[in-house]
């Protein structure tokens, strides 16, 4: 896959160099590359934004330098999703990160202040196709942040840069539910035990166990995923619970 990102602090993504997705890259899984949008400021200072028209407080971001930025990326390999995270977005979910994995090409436009000139994403829709996401209901500083969590999420989902792909099935929100709590050695802990369970060696046990427990936790704090599950998935134990 190919990951081009855009952002007037090409610092802020400096953590894409470790763990699993530095990793990929290394391996050439992942080729991700981040670009500094200043680069496509040609005026003295490299200006990225202007006072917003009707007014109002802070600054918008220029849409010359995106549209510049995007036509650069556009030629260098055409096509590909074009994210722009955004608080306004539409929810990034795991059923979204899974559809990004499949593509063989994504950029992200990372804005700051009060975000980018509206006529960039249907200019961009040109060469692109332009989704608004965001992480969740509260306001971050830029994109960038949010384009790092993106980048895991879907970096984590391609072929060989999760070393066993079962601990992929296993997790929370791959099956509409949390995943149950996990536990090591010791079996006894300041006064805490182990599930006794989890220590069974009795696999049904242990697989039914963990299935009430991730229904409970998420009906405990996530009601709303246990609202949207579907009732056929559903066994006579699970309703129980
Ligand atoms: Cl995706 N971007 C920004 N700037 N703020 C956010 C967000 C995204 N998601 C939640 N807040």
Request: net charge negative.
């Amino acid at each position: 896959m190919r990951i081009d990102v855009f952002s007037i602090f090409p610092e802020y993504l400096g953590p894409l160099d470790l763990s699993l997705i530095g990793k990929a890259r290394e391996a050439g899984l992942l080729d991700l590359r981040v670009h500094d949008l200043r680069d496509y400021a040609h005026d003295r200072h490299r200006t990225v934004d202007d006072t917003p028209y009707g007014g109002g407080a802070g600054m918008v971001m220029r849409p010359q330098v995106w549209g510049e930025a995007l036509d650069a990326a556009a030629a260098d390999r055409p096509g590909g999703v074009l994210v722009v995270p955004s608080p306004a977005g539409e929810p990034f979910t795991q059923a979204i990160a899974r559809d990004l994995a499949a593509r063989d090409r994504l950029l992200f436009a990372c804005g700051r202040y009060e975000g980018i000139d509206q006529r960039v994403f249907a200019d961009a829709g040109r060469h692109f196709e332009v989704r608004l996401l965001s992480l969740g209901d509260y306001v971050l500083n830029g994109g960038e942040v949010a384009a790092l969590a993106m980048i895991e999420a879907v970096g984590r989902l391609l072929p060989g840069v999760v070393g066993n792909p079962e601990s992929l099935a296993e997790e929370s929100h791959e099956n509409g539910l949390l995943e149950a709590p996990v536990y090591t050695k010791p079996a006894e802990w300041r006064g805490l035990s182990v599930p006794e369970e989890l220590l069974s060696g009795h696999h049904a046990r242990i697989a039914r166990y963990r299935r009430d427990e991730s229904l409970r936790r998420t009906a405990e704090v996530r009601p709303d995923l246990i609202a949207a599950l579907d009732a056929r998935t559903l066994d006579a134990h699970d309703l129980q619970v």
